[in-house]
């Protein structure tokens, strides 16, 4: 039960990163300022600190493949960087344990880290055509301000939703 659920909120954050996905590129000023909302990347660390590393790995690998076939002409990036990231993730929370704000942060960076790594892939394969700068002032700085809006209003939600799933699943075994 508490798998159904937690990806049935992972199928939330994926629909409501492809609903704020359309209302790309914004025009300011005469420029087009894209903005790549990562609330499921987001969710999958928060999992991974919130739930045991091995749950947090599957939703990763299941998001990061719904990722690639949706978003991705390339299969196996978002995949392997969701995969890796949860890694790092668990990782550093060894060292850091659950401080609130050091995670947000750490969360954040990771956030701006996937941002870089896709655009570095595309780059590779020769599917993005924009320089690095571009890149950064249009996309991953306007992206990380409304990741890092998006992780401060729905954090919380998200914290008490997994307390919920925790709640059931420690209720039907007791």
């Known amino acids: 039960m508490q798998y159904i ?45 919130y739930k045991d590393s091995k749950t947090a790995y599957i939703i990763a690998f ?10 991705s002409t390339v299969y196996g990036i978002y995949t392997f960087i969701f995969v890796f990231t949860v890694f790092i993730m668990t990782f550093m929370f060894r060292m850091f344990y ?3 704000k050091t995670m947000l942060i750490i969360i954040l960076f990771l956030t701006f880290i996937l ?13 993005h055509h924009t320089s690095l700068m571009t890149f950064l002032w249009f996309k991953a700085i306007p992206s990380l301000i409304l990741n890092a809006l998006l992780l ?7 914290i008490k939703l997994l307390n919920v799933v925790k709640r059931i699943s420690f209720n039907k075994e007791h």
């Open 115 to 127: 941002d870089v790594y896709t655009y570095s892939m595309f780059r590779l394969v020769d599917l």
């Open 5 to 49: 659920l937690l990806i049935l909120i992972a199928i939330c954050c994926f629909y409501f990163d492809s609903l704020l996905s359309l209302y790309n590129p914004f025009h300011i000023g005469g420029m087009d300022i894209y903005i790549v909302p990562h609330l499921l990347f987001m969710y999958v660390l928060v999992v991974a600190i």
């Open 62 to 71: 299941l998001a990061g493949i719904f990722n690639d076939l949706y978003y």
């Open 152 to 158: 401060v209003i729905l954090f919380p939600w998200i």
């Open 98 to 100: 659950r401080h609130i």
